[in-house]
Each structure stands twice: as structure tokens, then as C-alpha cells.
């Protein structure tokens, strides 16, 4: 499993990592499909599939000829989608763990580092995502690859930070992450000076004047260890309840571990703010916000620049970002039948549905493979969210 990557000096156990990815949220900005089991590029393969392509898969490339195998690739879910990743990703059962309830993001990483703990204790954990668009895959896992090697060599929690683009309102859905001064240049990383959850506007338009900040794209690397180093030290609460845990799931008492699971808090108190203020309990507000608040020389934050593309198509118009328009400004993903009346507007059709439209402007027509058939504005596309509750509080 070892494999170096000729253009910087990082020489990487491979055989020690796990790659994990979160997918347990139902994507309620994409309805009526679920966005990591659909194909809303049309890419021929859905965002799942993607993401495990990007992980396990050889690349046309002198640098990397494999990356890990599928058995190292595991995912964190609910209950409701342990079937469809199983019937979409050839991984072994056991590879897709299953949240005994829902908690936060958080909670989802200690169950799975205490799953893992029974694998490997010093196990290299990579946390990547399901609902991006990411390409340029040898530098993408170059990239990866450097974050492995800080994490093995140091006691450091390594994120990957996105170049902002110049929209203010963009920087409203993304944590932002501030390069400090020192580097570990061979690596490309930057210590982290400050992590921000979500800025307001007035933040985001000085922090796109000051420079040096970059967006969190949610990506983590770090050692078993470290993480627990810092779970002590950050959330001494939630420490004690995550070794009871791990100490469950080593017996195997799943009922233990599942009652220890649900004791694990889904908000806590605002790293920032004052009292009584609550965060959700992500790894952003639990570890990454104390850690620059409160510096251990124990523990160390850094952040490659991700000079990869990178899309978070956050909404149905956004697929603007990653595909191209015809000639009438419309983008038609499926089987999707469209005159010249038709412009501006997106057409999705999931297999074996077929969408024909006339006389359309400006609008998104969505036909699900569970024949929701969803149409709305451009210009509304972001209030999808609101629609989907909408429709979940009507039906019976």
C-alpha cells in the first residue's frame, strides 16, 4: 500500500487509511431526487458512485496508478439508505455503518472512529463528501495525499480549503478557514489562523477585502489518535461518553453502544458566542473553532488549498456552474425533448422518465425516478427547501 507521489517528497502509508463519507442527510435544496443517489450532471454515474470512483479507482496518471481499495471505503448513513448504498457501491456490508440514531455530524465521525478503532487504533482517517462536483482527480488526490502524510507525521487535524469566487452571497453557505503565516511548504499547507462557521454579509465582504481566507469544503485528514487527543480536550463530556462507546462496540453490545450513541448531543454551546447560544454539533464547531480559539502545542490545524474544480451545486440552478447551455440557454439532463419556444431553462429527467416541454421560460421542470414531478421558477429555485417541507406536511 505504499505510494509516493513524484511531485512532492510525500511518501504515504496507503495501507493504514480509511476514506469516509457522510450521507445521511436527505438533500431537501434537490428535491424531488435525492442528490448522492441521482446523477444531476448527467455524469453517467450518481454523486455516490463519484465519490467512491474518486477514492478507489485508477486515473490516467504517472502519479497515482490506485488509490485505496473498497475495502477501506466506508460510509456513515441512516437506516433508511443502508439498501441503496449497498445496491450502489461494491463495498462490503460491513463498510456501510449505520447511525442508531440522528444526532449531528459530529457524533456521526465518533461513531465511525469507534467502529474503526476495532480495525486499526492509529488508523489515517480521510472525511470526504458526497455532494460536490469535484474534478481534476490526480490533483484532487495529490492533495488528499499530502493532507495523509501531515496526519501521519504530525498530531494535526488537516482541512481542504476552496479559493472563494467574488459572489458575497456564495460566501454566506460555507465556513470560512484563514491561512496563518507558517507553512509546511513541501506539503502546500498553512497553519489555520481562524476557522468561521457561515459569515454574515458585512463579515464576508471584509474577509474577501483582507484576503488569505478560503472556504471550507467540509474535507478532513487526520490520525485516530489526534481526533481523540482533541474530543479530550475540546469536549471532555463527549470524551468520556465516546470511550464508553468504543468500549461497547468492542464487546460488540451494539444496544449499549446505540443508548451511549443517543447520549451524545446533537447541539452545543456556541464555541463564540454567549451562553444559552447554540451550535450544531459539527467537527467545525466541537473541534476546529476551540482549537484556533484556545491553541494546544498538542494539536496542530492546518489547510491545503484545494486547486482542484470544485462546485457545491447547492441548488437546481446551479447546475449552471457544471454544465454546459444549447444554444437557447436551456441545460436538458435525461431524456428530455424540447422545441425553440424553450429558454433559460433546466430539464431533468431521471432514467426512464422523459420530459417533452413547449412554451417554457425560465423554469425548472424535475421528473423523478419516484414520479415526483416537481416545476418551479428560476429565480424560486433556492425555495425548493421550503416546498419539500411544504409537500411533506400535506402527505398523508
Not at 505504499?2 to 445521511?24: I, Q, T
Not at 479559493?163 to 503565516?181: C, H, R, Y
Not at 490520525?223 to 470524551?239: D, R
Not at 453490545?253 to 444559552?276: E, T, V, Y
Amino acid at each position: 500500500g505504499r505510494v509516493v507521489a513524484s511531485s512532492s517528497p510525500v511518501d504515504v502509508d496507503l495501507s493504514s487509511v480509511y476514506v469516509v463519507v457522510m450521507a445521511g442527510g436527505a438533500s431537501s435544496r434537490f428535491f424531488p431526487v435525492n442528490k448522492i443517489f441521482a446523477d444531476p450532471t448527467g455524469a453517467g454515474r450518481t454523486m455516490i458512485q463519484q465519490t467512491f470512483d474518486r477514492a478507489t479507482s485508477n486515473i490516467d496518471s504517472e502519479t497515482f496508478s490506485s488509490f485505496i481499495s473498497p475495502e477501506q471505503f466506508y460510509i456513515i448513513t441512516g437506516k433508511d439508505y443502508q439498501q441503496a448504498m449497498q445496491e450502489q457501491l461494491p463495498v462490503p456490508a460491513e463498510n456501510i455503518l449505520v447511525e442508531p440514531g440522528r444526532r449531528n455530524t459530529w457524533p456521526a465521525i465518533l461513531w465511525t472512529m469507534a467502529n474503526l478503532r476495532k480495525l486499526n487504533p492509529d488508523a489515517t482517517i480521510a472525511m470526504l463528501t458526497a455532494d460536490h462536483i469535484i474534478r481534476d482527480l490526480p490533483i484532487f488526490r495529490q492533495i488528499v495525499n499530502q493532507g495523509i502524510w501531515i496526519a501521519q507525521n504530525q498530531p494535526a487535524i488537516v482541512t481542504i480549503g476552496i479559493n472563494p469566487s467574488d459572489s458575497i452571497t456564495e460566501w454566506l453557505g460555507f465556513g470560512a478557514i484563514k491561512e496563518g503565516e507558517s507553512s509546511l511548504t513541501h506539503a502546500g499547507a498553512f497553519n489555520v489562523q481562524r476557522f468561521i462557521e457561515k459569515p454574515s454579509f458585512a463579515e464576508a465582504k471584509e474577509m474577501r477585502l483582507e484576503g488569505g481566507w478560503l472556504w471550507n469544503a467540509g474535507m478532513f485528514v487526520f490520525g485516530m489518535p489526534t481526533a481523540e487527543k482533541a474530543l479530550k480536550l475540546y469536549q471532555p463530556e463527549m470524551f468520556v461518553t465516546y470511550t464508553a462507546l468504543h468500549q461497547a462496540l468492542a464487546k460488540d453490545d451494539i444496544n449499549q453502544a446505540a443508548q451511549l450513541f443517543n447520549q451524545l448531543p446533537s447541539k452545543i454551546q456556541h464555541p463564540l458566542k454567549d451562553k444559552g447560544q447554540l451550535a450544531d454539533n459539527s467537527i467545525d464547531y466541537s473541534i476546529m473553532v476551540p482549537m484556533t480559539k484556545n491553541p494546544n502545542p498538542e494539536l496542530k490545524g492546518y489547510v491545503i488549498r484545494g486547486k482542484f474544480f470544485w462546485v457545491d451545486i447547492g441548488s437546481w440552478d446551479a447546475l449552471r456552474k457544471v454544465k454546459d447551455t444549447d444554444s437557447k440557454g436551456n441545460i436538458t439532463i435525461g431524456n428530455v425533448i424540447v422545441d425553440e419556444t424553450v429558454t433559460n431553462s433546466i430539464l431533468v429527467a431521471e432514467p426512464n422518465k422523459t420530459i417533452f416541454a413547449s412554451g417554457l421560460k425560465d423554469t425548472v421542470v424535475i421528473h423523478s425516478k419516484d414520479n415526483t414531478v416537481m416545476i418551479i421558477p428560476v429565480k424560486e429555485a433556492q425555495k425548493v427547501k421550503d416546498l419539500n417541507e411544504a409537500v411533506k406536511q400535506a402527505s398523508p
